[in-house]
Nanobody
């Protein structure tokens, strides 16, 4: 079974930065894509960014473009989300996912941006 574990969340002031990490482990597997969703209180889970493991092509939600950067370390089976110029509306639980034979989700990491 594939496991994904997020880390790096926390409390930051508006305008600040955070880097989230997502590490994958488990039985031998092939990663197709990894990405991030987020869910704010009272709202539906929404897409943030994704990266193709082979080739590294990326895509972002409009809210993340120009501020967030997704990257990966193939050797470590780890994905990162560098978040800059954070806004209070970025406050949410951020969930990592991995696409292999099926989609696996992490437990989430809280990001809180104070105004």
């Amino acid at each position: 079974q594939v496991q994904v574990v997020e880390s790096g969340g926390g409390l930051v002031q508006a305008g600040g930065s955070l880097r989230l990490s997502c590490a994958a482990s488990g039985r031998p597997f092939i990663i197709l894509n990894m990405g991030w969703f987020r869910q704010a209180p009272g709202k539906e889970r929404e897409f943030v960014a994704r990266i193709a493991w082979s080739g590294g092509s990326t895509s972002y939600a409009d809210s993340a473009k120009g501020r967030f950067t997704i990257s990966r370390d193939n050797a470590k089976n780890t994905m990162y989300l560098q978040m800059n110029s954070l806004k209070p509306e970025d406050t949410a639980v951020y969930y990592c996912y991995l696409d292999s034979s099926r989609r696996s989700w992490g437990q989430g990491t809280q990001v809180t941006v104070s105004s």
